[in-house]
């Protein structure tokens, strides 16, 4: 961080902070470098987008595992939805059970976005930590 100067007459000091801003859930947020000090506790950020999609993909399976629907093109047909949607979000219910509290407690990463888990990634709950949080 750049050092504060202050104007010659006094009556005005300027500061430079280092930041980014990142859109999440159609929000901006403000993203400081790593290794800066935070006196804030971080707030919780709770994606919207997030946790509808890990909603419906326990629905669909749900709806899957009881009967209801026989095939992912059947759901497809009933909630006029494309069945690769449906497939790539199916796969959320695949995700450790920690992701999905982190996920649903507004405690993930800024990094852990809906486009990466809707993407391949490990069945093994230990190696999905490691990848998808990297904390």
Do not use: C
Not at 96 to 125: A, C, Y
Request: without cysteine.
């Amino acid at each position: 961080m750049a050092i504060p100067k202050l104007n010659p007459d006094g009556t005005t000091m300027t500061v430079r902070v280092p930041m980014k801003f990142q859109v999440r859930g159609g929000r901006k947020l403000v993203v400081t470098p790593d290794g800066s000090p935070s006196w804030a506790e971080p707030r919780k950020r709770i994606d919207n987008v997030m946790v509808k999609a890990l909603a419906r993909a326990f629905r669909w399976q749900k709806l899957l595992e009881n009967g209801t629907h026989a095939t992912i093109e059947e759901i497809a047909n009933a909630e006029k939805i494309n069945s690769s949607y449906i497939s790539r979000i199916l796969r959320l219910t695949l995700l450790s059970p920690k992701i999905v509290e982190m996920i649903l407690d507004g405690r993930q990463p800024l990094s852990l976005t809906i486009r990466m888990l809707q993407n391949k990634f490990s069945l093994e709950w230990d190696i999905q930590e490691s990848e998808l949080i990297k904390s």
